[in-house]
């Protein structure tokens, strides 16, 4: 599975598109979701959210969200399959399941804030390979639960702090979750969200997790 890093936390895994924030992400690479034939969204902020409407409607492919993320982009005439946590979601070959994530979700247009239910996460599977983007969230106790769950060949971990996780917690996240590799998103986007990812790289190594650090535009292939 090619895991493509688009900036910030939108990644294409395989054809799956994750959070595709393209309008006004300083960090997208200016291409890199042509291959996308589903969506998944982890919550209803408008740096995961994004273009997700505009991109369904223009290919014609369906967004994987939370139930009421779901009915908010099926008024717009998007394709839509809301699920809920504990729930895996089977498109274009993919098994994507739906796992919580410690956040807000509220979606905010205009002057008016819709319920976007809760924040999540999703393990994607396909061919016995899978991979955690765990969304906008801290730490928390059930990603022991993730981890014994699925067996997560590479994690997707928010390091910036402020809205999400730190490095520190990351770290902590990895221990719980025991993926072969983390690759780290959420970071240097803006001002708010500085980290190094290198600061992670010998405790992980510690515990035999290898550290994978994309550039935009750059692929991982599992
Ligand atoms: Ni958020
Ligand atoms: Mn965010």
Known sequence: MRIRYLGHSAFLIGEVLVDPFITG????????????????????????????????????????????????????GVDVIGM??????????????????????????????HSGGQA???????????VYHAGDTMIFGDMKLIGDLFKIDVALLPIGG??????????LAAKMLRPKYVIPMHYNTWPPIQANPEDMRPALKEEGIELIVLKPGEEFNL
């Open 25 to 76: 992400n300083p960090l997208y690479p200016g291409k890199g979701y042509e291959e996308a034939k589903v969506i998944a969204v982890t919550h209803g902020h408008g740096d995961h959210l994004g273009d997700a409407a505009k991109i369904a409607k223009e290919k014609g492919i369906p967004v994987v969200a939370i139930y009421e993320i779901a009915m908010y982009l099926s008024k717009k």
């Open 120 to 130: 999540a996460g999703y393990i994607i599977s396909k061919d016995g390979k899978s």
């Open 162 to 171: 402020f809205y999400t996780m730190d490095t520190k917690q990351a770290v």
């Open 84 to 113: 809920n946590f504990g729930g895996t979601a089977s498109v274009e070959g993919y098994n994507i399941t739906m796992v919580p994530a410690v956040h807000s979700s509220g979606i905010t247009e205009d002057d008016f804030t």
